[in-house]
C-alpha cells in the first residue's frame, strides 16, 4: 500500500446505526486530517491531529468522534448521524515542520449515505 | 477570517485551446497557496505550493503564479486527460500553530477532443 488509503469506500448507514471510518497513511507523517466534501461546497475542515494529538476541532457536532491511535491511523466514529451528515468524507496527511505550508495528500475518501 | 473564490466556476476548452483559472483570496499573512487536482469520485492531488508573490511553478501543462491577492493556474495546451476539478487552498497566520486550510469551491475544468 502508498500514499494515503481509506475504508470503506462506500457505506450506507441508518439514523440510528453506529460506524466507523479508517484511515492509514504510508508516508511517514506526523500530522492527520479530516475532510468534509458536500456538493457545491468548499472542503470542511473536521479534525487534526499532530504527534497523535488533537489540536483543531472545528464545531463538529459530537455525533462525529475521531481517535488516532498512532501517527500512521485515523478512525472517525459515526453515530446517530443526520440526512444532512451524507458527504465525502476524506483524510489527509502531512509532515508537520511547525512552518506552517505543509502540503497534505489525501485518500480517495469514504462516500457516506445516511438513509 | 480567511477567505477564497474561484473563477469560473466551470470552464469548457477544446483540445489546445490555453486558458487560466483565478484563485482569489484574503488571508492575515499568507504562509502557502496551495493547488489540487480532483478527479470524479478520489481525492484531492497535490500540485502545487506558492510560498510568496512572485513565485512560480510548472508542472507538465500547468503553471501556477501568486501575486499579493490571486493566484492563477495557467493550463497551457491542454488535454482531455486535464479535466479535472481544480482547487485552490490557502493557509494564513490565524493563530499559533493554526492548521486551518481554507479551500474554494473548484473550477470544474472539461476539455474536449
Known amino acids: 500500500e502508498t500514499g494515503v488509503t481509506q475504508t470503506p469506500r462506500h457505506l450506507v448507514m441508518g439514523m440510528t446505526n453506529k460506524k466507523s471510518l479508517k484511515c492509514e497513511q504510508h508516508l511517514g507523517h506526523n500530522a492527520m486530517y479530516w475532510y468534509k466534501q458536500s456538493a457545491k461546497k468548499p472542503l470542511e475542515l473536521m479534525f487534526v491531529?499532530?504527534?497523535?494529538?488533537?489540536?483543531e476541532n472545528n464545531s463538529v457536532p459530537s455525533r462525529f468522534s475521531p481517535e488516532c491511535p498512532n501517527s500512521s491511523h485515523l478512525f472517525l466514529h459515526l453515530h446517530t448521524l443526520q440526512p444532512e451528515d451524507s458527504a465525502l468524507y476524506l483524510c489527509?496527511?502531512?509532515?508537520?515542520?511547525?512552518?506552517?505550508?505543509?502540503?497534505?495528500?489525501f485518500g480517495p475518501g469514504t462516500r457516506l449515505t445516511v438513509t | 477570517e480567511d477567505q477564497v473564490t474561484q473563477s469560473p466556476e466551470a470552464l469548457r476548452l477544446q483540445e489546445g485551446e490555453s486558458s487560466s483559472l483565478n484563485c482569489s483570496y484574503t488571508?492575515?499573512?499568507?504562509?502557502?497557496l496551495f493547488w489540487y487536482r480532483q478527479d470524479p469520485g478520489k481525492g484531492p492531488e497535490f500540485l502545487f505550493t506558492l510560498y510568496s508573490a512572485g513565485e512560480e511553478k510548472e508542472k507538465e501543462r500547468l503553471k501556477a503564479t501568486l501575486t499579493k491577492k490571486e493566484s492563477f493556474l495557467h493550463i497551457t495546451a491542454p488535454k482531455p486527460e486535464d479535466s479535472a476539478t481544480y482547487l485552490c487552498a490557502v493557509r494564513g497566520y490565524s493563530g499559533a500553530g493554526s492548521y486551518q486550510l481554507t479551500f474554494g469551491k473548484g473550477t470544474k475544468l472539461s476539455v474536449i477532443p
Open positions: 491531529y499532530s504527534l497523535e494529538e488533537r489540536v
Open positions: 488571508v492575515s499573512g499568507l504562509r502557502g
Open positions: 489527509a496527511s502531512s509532515q508537520d515542520t511547525g512552518a506552517g505550508a505543509d502540503e497534505q495528500y
